[in-house]
Each structure stands twice: as C-alpha cells, then as structure tokens.
C-alpha cells in the first residue's frame, strides 16, 4: 500500500523561502514521477512542478520558473520543492502526487495518470 508523506509549508514573509518534501512509502515500481500541484480558494488546481525519474527532465510552472526548484532522492522516492522569493500569489494548499512508472503527463504540469495524493500542505505568503 503506497502512502505519501508530505512536509514543509507554513507561513512566511514575501521574499522568503519554505522547503517541501514528500516520500512515498510501499511504491515498488523502480521508475516514478513526483511533483506537486497547488490550488488556491476560488481557483483551479495548477501544476507547479513535477520530476521523472526514469529520465529526470522536469516541468516548472512559468510562475514559478527561476524561483522554485525540486529534486529528487531516487532510492527513497521522495522529492524536495525549494520555494524561494516567494510571493503572496504563491498562496495556497500544495499537493504532493506520485505516478508509478514514467508520466508524460507530469512533464506538462497535468495531473492526470498521478496515482496516489497527499495531504494538502498549507503554504501562506504574506506581503
């Protein structure tokens, strides 16, 4: 039975910087794809960023590009989001996701073919 376990979050100060992590316990498949996905009261679920292991290519957000960077530790399944320069606009609930195997979709940002979920981590941003 595969379970995420999500960290990090919390609130800061525009310009400051917060670090998420999530790990995915039981998942067997050697290949797999990680990233989060964030959604804000009164709008829609949106790709922030997302990591194959199988060939390690990555997808950001244009919003996010130059200021969030995600990696990976591959034998534990678990991936790192390092937010950096945050803005208010970077307010929201952010959600870890795992795919078993490679995901096309992950590399374009969308959730589709993500398989399990986890717990929404607060992420405030004050200005």
């Known amino acids: 039975d595969v379970q995420l376990q999500a960290s990090g979050g919390g609130l800061v100060q525009a310009g400051g910087s917060l670090r998420l992590a999530c790990a995915a316990s039981?998942?067997?498949?050697?290949?797999?794809?990680i990233g989060w996905w964030r959604q804000a009261p009164g709008k829609e679920r949106e790709g922030v960023s997302c990591?194959?292991?199988?060939?390690?290519?990555?997808y950001y957000a244009d919003s996010v590009k130059g200021r969030f960077t995600i990696s990976s530790d591959n034998a534990a399944k678990a991936a790192y989001l390092q937010m950096n320069s945050l803005k208010p606009e970077d307010t929201a609930t952010y959600y870890c996701a795992v795919a078993r195997g490679s995901s096309s979709w992950c590399l374009v940002g969308e959730h589709y073919g993500m398989d399990y979920w986890g717990k929404g981590t607060q992420v405030t941003v004050s200005s």
């Open positions: 039981g998942l067997t498949s050697d290949d797999f794809a």
């Open positions: 990591f194959s292991s199988s060939d390690g290519k990555t």
